[in-house]
Nanobody, 121 residues
Framework: QVELVESGGGLVQPGRSLRLSCAASRRIFNNAVHMAWYRQAPGKERELVARVSSGSTPNYADSVNGRFIFSRDNAKNTMYLQMNSLKPEDTAVYYC??????????????WGQGTLVTVSS
Protein backbone atom coordinates (compact mmCIF):
# COMPACT_ATOMS: atom_id res chain seq x y z
CA GLN A 1 0.00 0.00 0.00
CA VAL A 2 1.50 3.28 -1.13
CA GLU A 3 0.87 5.91 1.47
CA LEU A 4 2.90 8.83 0.13
CA VAL A 5 2.59 9.77 -3.54
CA GLU A 6 4.72 12.53 -4.97
CA SER A 7 4.22 14.60 -8.08
CA GLY A 8 5.43 17.79 -9.68
CA GLY A 9 8.97 16.99 -10.72
CA GLY A 10 10.36 17.78 -14.13
CA LEU A 11 12.80 19.82 -16.14
CA VAL A 12 13.07 23.50 -15.30
CA GLN A 13 15.44 26.29 -16.26
CA PRO A 14 17.72 27.91 -13.68
CA GLY A 15 16.03 30.74 -11.83
CA ARG A 16 12.55 29.33 -12.35
CA SER A 17 10.18 27.77 -9.82
CA LEU A 18 8.61 24.37 -9.29
CA ARG A 19 6.21 23.00 -6.72
CA LEU A 20 6.32 19.41 -5.54
CA SER A 21 3.31 17.73 -3.99
CA CYS A 22 3.10 14.75 -1.68
CA ALA A 23 -0.33 13.26 -1.15
CA ALA A 24 -0.71 11.13 1.95
CA SER A 25 -3.33 8.76 3.20
CA ARG A 26 -5.54 10.24 5.88
CA ARG A 27 -4.07 7.80 8.41
CA ILE A 28 -0.58 9.03 7.73
CA PHE A 29 -1.45 12.69 7.59
CA ASN A 30 -3.47 12.70 10.79
CA ASN A 31 -0.88 10.78 12.80
CA ALA A 32 2.33 12.30 11.48
CA VAL A 33 4.60 13.73 14.16
CA HIS A 34 6.91 15.16 11.54
CA MET A 35 7.00 15.61 7.78
CA ALA A 36 10.02 16.20 5.64
CA TRP A 37 11.47 16.52 2.17
CA TYR A 38 14.78 14.91 1.27
CA ARG A 39 16.74 14.83 -1.96
CA GLN A 40 19.45 12.71 -3.49
CA ALA A 41 21.63 14.05 -6.25
CA PRO A 42 23.47 11.71 -8.62
CA GLY A 43 26.45 10.17 -6.87
CA LYS A 44 25.63 11.78 -3.54
CA GLU A 45 23.99 10.72 -0.32
CA ARG A 46 20.41 11.56 0.48
CA GLU A 47 20.16 14.87 2.35
CA LEU A 48 17.47 16.61 4.33
CA VAL A 49 15.92 19.61 2.58
CA ALA A 50 13.13 20.66 4.93
CA ARG A 51 11.55 19.23 8.04
CA VAL A 52 8.66 20.26 10.21
CA SER A 53 7.49 18.72 13.45
CA SER A 54 3.93 18.98 14.68
CA GLY A 55 3.29 22.42 16.10
CA SER A 56 6.62 23.81 14.89
CA THR A 57 7.84 25.91 12.00
CA PRO A 58 9.86 24.28 9.22
CA ASN A 59 13.62 23.96 9.33
CA TYR A 60 15.53 24.17 6.06
CA ALA A 61 18.92 23.12 4.85
CA ASP A 62 21.26 26.07 4.48
CA SER A 63 21.50 25.43 0.75
CA VAL A 64 17.77 26.04 0.21
CA ASN A 65 16.89 28.42 3.05
CA GLY A 66 15.17 31.48 1.64
CA ARG A 67 14.37 29.77 -1.66
CA PHE A 68 12.27 26.72 -0.70
CA ILE A 69 9.04 26.79 1.28
CA PHE A 70 7.35 23.86 3.01
CA SER A 71 3.59 23.95 3.37
CA ARG A 72 0.67 21.60 3.93
CA ASP A 73 -3.02 21.48 3.13
CA ASN A 74 -4.81 19.51 5.82
CA ALA A 75 -8.05 19.36 3.85
CA LYS A 76 -6.23 17.60 1.01
CA ASN A 77 -3.85 15.52 3.15
CA THR A 78 -1.05 16.94 1.06
CA MET A 79 2.27 18.59 1.76
CA TYR A 80 4.15 20.76 -0.68
CA LEU A 81 7.63 21.99 -1.39
CA GLN A 82 7.68 25.28 -3.27
CA MET A 83 11.08 25.66 -4.89
CA ASN A 84 12.06 29.11 -6.13
CA SER A 85 15.19 30.48 -7.78
CA LEU A 86 16.22 26.99 -8.73
CA LYS A 87 19.88 26.25 -9.40
CA PRO A 88 21.53 23.41 -11.32
CA GLU A 89 22.81 22.04 -8.01
CA ASP A 90 19.20 21.51 -6.93
CA THR A 91 18.99 18.71 -9.49
CA ALA A 92 18.07 15.55 -7.59
CA VAL A 93 15.40 13.01 -6.87
CA TYR A 94 13.18 14.49 -4.19
CA TYR A 95 11.45 12.35 -1.58
CA CYS A 96 8.77 13.18 0.93
CA UNK A 97 8.87 11.43 4.26
CA UNK A 98 6.78 11.27 7.38
CA UNK A 99 7.26 9.95 10.89
CA UNK A 100 4.00 8.47 12.09
CA UNK A 101 2.83 7.70 15.59
CA UNK A 102 -0.51 5.89 15.29
CA UNK A 103 -0.72 5.15 19.03
CA UNK A 104 1.22 5.67 22.24
CA UNK A 105 3.68 2.85 21.61
CA UNK A 106 3.93 2.75 17.87
CA UNK A 107 6.15 4.72 15.50
CA UNK A 108 7.13 4.16 11.91
CA UNK A 109 8.40 6.11 8.96
CA UNK A 110 7.11 6.16 5.41
CA TRP A 111 8.70 7.43 2.20
CA GLY A 112 7.40 8.51 -1.14
CA GLN A 113 8.67 6.95 -4.34
CA GLY A 114 10.66 10.01 -5.36
CA THR A 115 10.25 12.55 -8.12
CA LEU A 116 13.07 13.79 -10.34
CA VAL A 117 13.82 17.49 -10.56
CA THR A 118 16.28 18.57 -13.23
CA VAL A 119 17.47 22.17 -13.34
CA SER A 120 19.14 22.92 -16.64
CA SER A 121 19.12 25.41 -19.45
Amino acid sequence: QVELVESGGGLVQPGRSLRLSCAASRRIFNNAVHMAWYRQAPGKERELVARVSSGSTPNYADSVNGRFIFSRDNAKNTMYLQMNSLKPEDTAVYYCQAGVKPNIEGYFEVWGQGTLVTVSS
